[in-house]
T-cell receptor, first 110, second 112 residues
Framework: EDQVTQSPEALRLQEGESSSLNCSYTVSGLRGLFWYRQDPGKGPEFLFT???AGEEKEKERLKATLTKKESFLHITAPKPEDSATYLC???????????FGAGTILRVKS | DAGVTQSPTHLIKTRGQHVTLRCSPI?????VSWYQQVLGQGPQFIFQYYEKEERGRGNFPDRFSARQFPNYSSELNVNALLLGDSALYLC???????????FGPGTRLTVT
């Protein structure tokens, strides 16, 4: 069965304190890995798509990387407005659905 | 450009009732997917439609059904509501079945 595990469940950072979120996956053929940001009570906001091991994408303070077994979302010098839940999802070759992890709740304090 | 829109925003229903949720995709997108998200968890896949045909179904009971219209908008129907159906229902649209999916704001359903 396809599985996506995110760690840590929650992360508290001071403003400017860089860190990384992890997404490990076990899937039967990966067609794509997606990162989303979700604010409370709202729909997920698309951030990145990664398709193959070694690929990297960047957007402002965020950088996503992909290996054959996991993905990392690196946050450099975070600000309080980066506080949100970050969701990782995979698209597998045997279905047309996204399989999501439970997310990492990030809190950045000033 | 307008993003994915969903209606209604919030809904309160009683056990045993029926509910219809609506979704309009981003202009030009032909695929719509539905997800259920309960508090503290990631979204769970319910259905995907592409060009008005069902392309995927998640592990949900037959009380859940959906359809896509010629203008690519979609409806999710849930019959015989249970307390456990209380959740945020999300609609996502994409250009095709393998592309990134863009989510709407969701419909918060509360079953009492």
């Amino acid at each position: 069965e396809d599985q996506v595990t995110q760690s840590p469940e929650a992360l508290r950072l001071q403003e400017g304190e860089s860190s990384s979120l992890n997404c490990s996956y076990t899937v039967s053929g990966l067609r794509g890995l997606f990162w989303y940001r979700q604010d409370p009570g709202k729909g997920p906001e698309f951030l990145f798509t990664l398709y193959s091991a070694g690929e990297e994408k960047e957007k402002e303070r965020l950088k996503a990387t992909l290996t054959k077994k996991e993905s990392f979302l690196h946050i450099t010098a975070p600000k309080p407005e980066d506080s949100a839940t970050y969701l990782c999802a995979v698209l597998t070759e045997y279905g047309n659905k996204l399989v999501f992890g439970a997310g990492t709740i990030l809190r950045v304090k000033s | 450009d307008a993003g994915v829109t969903q209606s209604p925003t919030h809904l309160i229903k009683t056990r045993g009732q029926h509910v219809t949720l609506r979704c309009s995709p981003i202009s030009g997108h032909k695929s719509v997917s539905w997800y259920q998200q309960v508090l503290g968890q990631g979204p769970q896949f319910i259905f995907q439609y592409y060009e008005k045909e069902e392309r995927g179904r998640g592990n949900f009971p037959d009380r859940f059904s959906a359809r896509q219209f010629p203008n690519y908008s979609s409806e999710l129907n849930v019959n015989a509501l249970l307390l456990g159906d209380s959740a945020l229902y999300l609609c996502a649209s994409s250009a095709g079945t393998n592309n990134e999916q863009y989510f709407g704001p969701g419909t918060r359903l509360t079953v009492t």
